[in-house]
């Protein structure tokens, strides 16, 4: 397991440019919503060899630890917290939905029967009936669960706040869109599932303001700030990155990530899957960045 180790980086896809701009703006497909004030500062990560710059992007580059990073990190910590252990379904927390605003509210301030003691909601909205496409889902966020009974937890403390949207797209233009602003927060699993695991650091407050697009030629392009904890930030783009699903993870191109200096990983994907990537840092080459 890589270390956990401050860090900036680049990363660069083979194939395919952005695709043609729809209404997005600046070559963006979809339209920028808005999510509130930016909650990720995007500074103070230190990169000090290749691992340090593998574990930066594993946390924000499709095709690494996630299959796409702006929804899939949320939404494993509110599927974390769904568990029978630490919820008690249909009360704690319970839900409403309102067809006429397309809202389902998770509404908590209770206390689960193993002892997790869960602070506010959870609100999902969907399109309504008479909206017209693309189809989309918005989460919004203000939650924490702590737990002050079970002896022998999940975690200790689990905080998300702020929001991020999904755009189902249609094929033909667009597979996916996500802008995301969210805090995510957990102390205590990472630890007690992987000893050592770097994450518990990072995660104690992670933080991502981010837009991602997955055109339908599979080309990512992305861009935005990540907060890793006390480790720091980092800001990081890609216009041209390409996930080969034969090669798990590791993507094909680069994509830039920036602190006080800018490093470059240069993936390269199903032609060397070898779950490691040329590396540069201010436009010197610096070894291998590797898992």
Request: one cysteine or more.
């Amino acid at each position: 397991m890589r270390p956990a180790v401050p860090i900036p980086i680049l990363l660069l896809a083979a194939c395919g440019g952005p695709a043609p701009d729809t209404g997005g703006g600046d070559g963006w497909i979809v339209p920028e919503v808005d999510l509130g004030d930016p909650v990720a500062t995007g500074s103070g990560y230190v990169i000090a060899n290749g691992s340090d710059a593998w574990f930066a992007a594993e946390q924000v580059v499709p095709g690494m630890d996630w299959s796409y990073p702006g929804s899939d990190l949320p939404l494993f910590l509110w599927d974390l917290v769904q568990g029978e252990n630490i919820a008690d379904s249909g009360s704690c927390p319970y839900v409403t939905a309102d067809a006429s605003t397309g809202e389902t509210t998770w509404h908590s301030n209770c206390r689960s029967q193993e002892g997790y003691v869960w602070t506010g909601t959870v609100t999902r909205t969907r399109p309504t009936a008479d909206e017209p496409e693309p189809d989309w889902t918005r989460w919004d966020f203000d939650l924490e669960v702590v737990n002050e009974g079970d002896d022998r937890p999940t975690f200790d403390t689990l905080v998300l706040r702020g929001g991020w949207r999904y755009v189902d797209g249609d094929d033909e233009r667009l597979r996916r869109a996500v802008q995301v602003n969210i805090v995510a927060g957990v102390d205590g699993y990472w630890e007690r599932n992987h000893v050592g695991d770097p994450r518990e650091e990072a995660w104690h407050d992670l933080a991502l303001t981010a837009r991602y697009e997955e055109a339908a030629d599979g080309t990512h392009r992305f861009e935005g700030a990540a907060d890793l904890g006390e480790l720091g930030g980092f800001t990081f783009r890609s216009d041209d990155l390409v996930v080969d699903e034969s090669c798990v993870g590791e993507p094909d191109g680069r994509v830039e990530i920036d602190t006080s200096s800018e490093a470059i990983i240069a993936f390269q994907g199903e032609a060397a899957c070898d779950l490691c990537a040329k590396l540069v840092i201010d436009d010197a080459y610096a070894g291998q960045a590797c898992e």
